[in-house]
């Protein structure tokens, strides 16, 4: 039985990993917000063993009790604020990059001991916007971009520890992220003209069952 770490797992992506994870009979933990939040998540994914940090404040993940081997640690969970460079308030800078930064930098740091001792992988959930910076999309495509820098410096660090870590690029998804960004962008919303939550579920789930021999740096899934 394999033993995974997920955040975002109370919608889209992420709920669906940790169901997939569940239905076959691993062993999943998952970060919530809140006590409150963490008994939503156990009832809503039966099984699940929720841990509470507030992502939004990194610094809540030290205090986690996390298992002693990890096979894999996926980070799905993040936020989004549009706007010019001349709108965007500091705290719509500062919520973005922790939530999408230095959370997943702090927990990988907390896992790391668990991971090596598994061999397991890091799954970084991060965006086209983590490639290619559009108007209105600064803070959250430098977020992004971050995201990629890290997962790019622990590969280098942690290969000979053989810890694997990807970074899955998801172009537009149908999530509840997604009708958000229809809602700041003042544009209707039809959640069958994107990529569906499932198929970037299935290449995550994919990424975690890759056999010893090989690794995926980089996936990028795009719409047809």
């Not at 001349?86 to 740091?109: F, G, I, K």
Request: aromatic share 2%; no cysteine.
């Amino acid at each position: 039985m394999s033993v995974h770490l997920l955040t975002g797992a109370g919608s889209g992506i992420g709920a669906l990993v940790a169901a997939s994870l569940l239905d076959r009979g691993d062993e999943v933990h998952v970060v919530a917000r809140s006590q409150e939040r963490a008994s939503e998540l156990a009832t809503a994914l039966p099984g699940v063993r929720a841990v509470v940090a507030d992502l939004a404040h990194p610094e809540s993940v030290e205090a986690l009790d996390l298992p002693d081997r990890l096979d894999s640690l996926v980070h799905a969970a993040g936020v989004v604020e549009l706007g010019t460079v001349a709108e965007l308030s500091v705290a719509d800078w500062a919520t973005q990059l922790r939530v999408n930064l230095v959370a997943p930098a702090a927990l990988t740091r907390v896992a790391l001991p668990a991971l090596r001792a598994a061999h397991g992988t890091v799954v970084l959930v991060n965006s086209g916007a983590g490639l290619a910076a559009h108007p209105q999309w600064s803070a959250y495509a430098a977020s992004k971009h971050g995201l990629k820098a890290l997962a790019d410096s622990l590969r280098g660090e942690e290969q000979t520890n053989g810890v694997r870590v990807t970074t899955v690029y998801p172009g537009r998804t149908a999530t509840p992220m997604q009708a958000k960004v229809h809602e700041q962008e003042g544009k209707s919303y039809d959640p069958a003209d994107w990529i569906q939550p499932s198929t970037v579920a299935e290449a995550i789930l994919h990424v975690l069952d890759l056999p010893d021999d090989a690794t995926i740096p980089d996936l990028t899934v795009r719409p047809r």
